[in-house]
């Protein structure tokens, strides 16, 4: 079995680790001075600093980081990538850099470009590069035409961005929250009103039971470690439900906490690993188990809640055997953890990709948020529920209009503001956009940061689909694998300004619906980098009409967040905060009190079907997953500390099920779905016999084009798969 040099998450591990790179980074003084500017944290939607300190989160406590901040931190600070290198490697020698490599490279400082035939990327001017860009998709048909953002841009860019689409005539406007917690964002909407968290940061202060399911913050979320450390020290009780049993969530060293860090801290009172894919069922098991110990809050359903006698008459009618045959558990498991949620008295319920990841990630959602209103855990102090978002701004950029439908108020206002024509009907989402590219329906792509080969699925038809594109225009600090695997005809690669290095400050909004502003401040690196605002504005004035917008005003960040304060429902205080530098919570998002933002102000209960798929004789559920040393697509370290592995061309099974296939830990195997196939080494791990790991995104190449439906978030987190012992396939890589 592997085994992790570390015997619980956080420790001495995660300090030694600040100071190297601290080093890398050019001395711990100079990293400690950025991360205390008055800029919002670069990595994780938790959020912290603004204008309170970096450091510092809205509850006014010091000090508040972890590795990934540090890691984003000193990525941005990283040397500049020299001329000399697109002068000498050829773009074949670039396709074959592993993520980890590319983001070894450094800062990307000037405007690249590669044109179809051209055997390397080259230096361009920052107005040729605009002309071509503008020329091109200024000829384009708006509807082929679409725009894409990262949620590590700006609110700001956000808003400009949206705009500009708009009003050059398309709705094809997206993020990457299409192919992570969309799935949340419809149950949500669906069940109360909002598609966001209706808890915020205090309300975790206030439980006295947290439920963690399909989620791992000790390495993607370290910060929410110290709220479960707190929690557990009042007494209260955590739950993880998860396949793999993760080091970092049995056990944790908070590094700022004193007592933490010398005893360590339990986490987990009960530990649930169903089988991958089998969370409705779980969710189900549990309700029915809460049925059973009369344990519904009887009158809170009642007074304030719809849907409730379906649910019920569901749950009674599914007998105990299919559940737990579904889900992978026993009724012993199941009945633990409904006994400690009746014991309970108020309950946040947290939850990442594990459960959105899947053609029924919607349904897995509404069935954990059916266990919440049953308890009553929803409109009152202390309870609710909590989507675990990635990107520190993917909820701002959402809310500020990068979605390819609006809402009916937002639409009306920005139409009347700004004298545009809100193109009608919805556009395309993220995977529509792939589609329409790999049939030739899309002449141009702007990508607003990001990594969109790599956060799709089927990486081969992916990158085939992009390179159809006849010109990408991609917005970013750093080279990835997209920007050359997933390459336009035509590529320009602009480099922008990092949110600590802006001239003008920024907003950004965590998943707690808290809205920071950040003061930028000086370049890390010398280069032509521009800002995210600047750029688009530039790219506006080549797109759009002469004279369509007054060009010094959408180029001004306060003139933009005075827009949005008439514009976005929720953001009227972002109007004045230049002048007061007030951070706030967004209106009409979070509740206190059991009056929601549904048609009839109650929440709703949904009926959630058992899915249908099961492996075939033969076949183990495949998952995706991030290691402790990456953060989404980007790779970090190689090494994944908490899992013990040093390598990532590994598929992580379970100790039965690598005898029956009679193969040991380091052995060379193949895995097989429907499709592709990768070669790997065997890495034994606790994990629901069934079920096999692999890490995203190279892992990618094996997830199928399946989706949710009504999330259209591809299923990362159900891929039926095979294992076999190797006969000479692609290695552990991209290829295209």
Known sequence: MARPRVTSGGGIAALTYVFRKGREAGGFLKLYRRLRARNACKTCAVGMGGQSGGMVDEARRFPEVCKKSIQAQTGDMARSIPASYFERTPIAVMESLTSFQCEKLGRLTFPIIARKGDAHFRRISWEEALGLAGDAIRASPPEQVFFYSSGRSSNEAAFLLQLVARAFGTSNIHNCSFYCHAASGVALSEVYGSGTSSVVLADLQRADLVLLAGANPASNHPRLMKQLVGLRRRGGKVIVVNPLRELGLTRFRVPSDWRSMLFGSKISDLYLQPHAGGDVAVFKALLKGIVELGAVDSEYVRDHCSGWEEVKADVEATEWDVLLSSSGLTRAEIDAVAAAIAAGRRGVFLWAMGLTHHVHGVDNVLGLANLALARGWLGRPGAGLLPIRGHSNVQGVHSCGLSPVLKKAFATRLAEAYGITIPEGPGQDTYASMVASDEGRIRAAVLLGGNLLASNPDSRWAA?????????????????????????????????????????????????????????????????????????????????????????????????????????????????????????????????????????????????????????????????????????????????????????????????????????????????????????????????????????????????????????????????????????VSSFKFQV
């Open 464 to 728: 085939s689909a992009l390179r159809k594109i006849p010109l990408t225009v991609s917005l970013t600090t750093s080279i990835n694998v997209g920007h050359v695997q997933g390459r336009g005809q035509t590529a320009l690669v602009l480099p922008v300004l990092a949110r600590d290095e802006e001239s003008q400050p920024t907003t950004q909004e965590s998943m707690f619906n808290y809205v920071r502003m950040s003061d930028g401040g000086r370049p890390s690196v010398g280069g032509e980098m521009k800002s995210e605002v600047d750029i688009i504005a530039s790219l506006a004035e080549r797109i759009l009409p002469s004279g369509r917008f007054d060009w010094s005003e959408v180029r001004s960040h306060r003139a933009l967040r005075r827009a949005m304060a008439r514009i976005v429902p929720g953001y009227e205080p972002i109007g004045a905060i230049d002048e007061s530098r007030r951070e706030f919570q967004v209106e009409g998002r979070t509740f206190h009190q059991p009056q929601f933002a549904t048609s009839d102000g109650r929440a709703r209960f949904h009926v959630t079907p058992l899915p249908t798929f099961a492996p075939a004789a033969g076949e183990l559920r495949l998952i995706t997953l991030r290691s402790e040393g990456q953060f989404n697509t980007v790779v970090y370290e190689e090494e994944d500390l908490y899992r013990g592995n040093r390598r990532r061309d590994v598929v992580m099974m379970a100790a039965g099920d690598a005898r029956s296939l009679g193969v040991g830990e380091g052995d060379r195997v193949v895995v097989t779905t429907s499709a592709g196939q990768l070669d790997a080494s065997v890495a034994i791990i606790d994990i629901r016999p069934g079920n096999l790991a692999m890490y995203y995104p190279e892992a990618n190449v094996l997830v199928p084009r399946q989706i949710d439906r009504r999330s259209k978030t591809p299923a990362f987190k159900s891929v039926m798969a095979r294992v076999t012992r190797p006969a000479g």
